[in-house]
């Protein structure tokens, strides 16, 4: 029975790997920095035993250290760690937003995810085994759109950061990988920060290429667990699934907008 610790698990992606580790007979520690979020979560799993929930604010890097030591306590040690938890950006050009906003984006989905890192590779030396994912997103692969420069950055950053992680724990026994989730609609879809209904096209294209998170879920968990190598990436839309869904689009009519 593995040991999973998920930051950021309160919704979305974060809480359907939750549940598919679960599932499949995992112990789980999920965790928020919102404890309203982290009770519904708790909540939503309560049919559960073996999860534990812990609150984590991921731009504090003694909060992360108290994840993994909660984690330890309860389940002996940690084989995943998941560095999840992620924020979007105000739908703005750069110089439209605030240094607050500027530091609360790099600050979770980069610097968030490189002290999660840096937790999990200690621990797990010193335990002598474990793996370690990081999430990607839009601007992993260089693509660009207005008012996302400043999430595309951090993105793209994240994408850097785990290929020179993994690079540097080669020979240690820790596995480093990177988690490709392509197009889902969650929160961060339906419910903006900036509470702009979503445009016609971009709904359009989300229904094309777009799953909900349990699907892209299962992919990921099921592979993550089966994984021996280091420097992987699990990529769920890949170049033949988008192609696939592109060519059968006409007669494939898909609302994930419910």
Same mark, same amino acid.
């Given at each position: 029975? *593995? ?5 950021? #698990?309160? $919704? ?6 939750? $549940? ?12 928020? @920095? ?14 559960? #035993? ?19 030591? #909660? ?6 040690? &940690? ?16 110089? *439209?937003?605030?240094? =607050? =906003? ?46 996302? #420069? ?5 993105? %793209? ?5 785990? %290929?020179?992680?993994? $690079?540097?724990? =080669? ?19 339906? $419910?903006? @920060?900036?509470?702009?209904? &979503?445009?016609?096209?971009? %709904? ?7 799953? *909900? ?18 420097? &992987? ?7 033949? @699934?988008?192609?696939? @869904? ?13």
């Amino acid at each position: 029975m *593995k040991k999973v610790v998920i930051t950021g #698990s309160t $919704r979305g992606l974060g809480l359907s790997m939750a $549940r598919c580790f679960l599932e499949l007979r995992c112990s789980v520690t999920i965790s928020g @920095r919102n404890p309203a979020n982290l009770n519904a979560a708790q909540q939503v799993l309560q049919g559960y #035993s073996n999860v534990d929930a812990v609150l984590c604010d991921v731009q504090q890097s003694e909060q992360l250290q108290n994840l993994w030591q #909660s984690a330890q306590m309860r389940w002996g040690r &940690v084989d995943y760690w998941i560095n999840n938890a992620g924020i979007a950006q105000l739908h703005q050009p750069l110089w *439209k937003l605030g240094n =607050e =906003e500027i530091e609360n984006v790099i600050g979770i989905n980069l610097l968030g995810t490189m002290y999660g890192c840096a937790v999990a590779m200690r621990g797990m030396l010193k335990q002598g085994s474990g793996q370690i994912f990081n999430m990607e997103g839009f601007g992993s692969n260089d693509m660009l759109r207005p008012g996302m #420069s400043l999430y595309g950055t951090s993105k %793209r950053a994240v994408t850097y950061y785990t %290929r020179a992680l993994a $690079r540097e724990a =080669e020979g240690t026994g820790i596995l480093v990988g990177a988690l490709s989730p392509g197009m889902m609609v969650t929160d961060f879809i339906k $419910r903006p @920060r900036d509470n702009q209904p &979503v445009d016609k096209q971009t %709904r359009r294209i989300f229904n094309i290429l777009g799953d *909900k998170p349990e699907t892209v879920a299962q992919y990921l968990v099921e592979r993550m667990l089966s994984n021996q190598r280091n420097n &992987v990436r699990l990529v769920w839309l890949s170049r033949s @699934r988008m192609m696939w @869904r592109f060519a059968t689009s006409a007669v494939t009519k898909r609302e994930l907008f419910d």
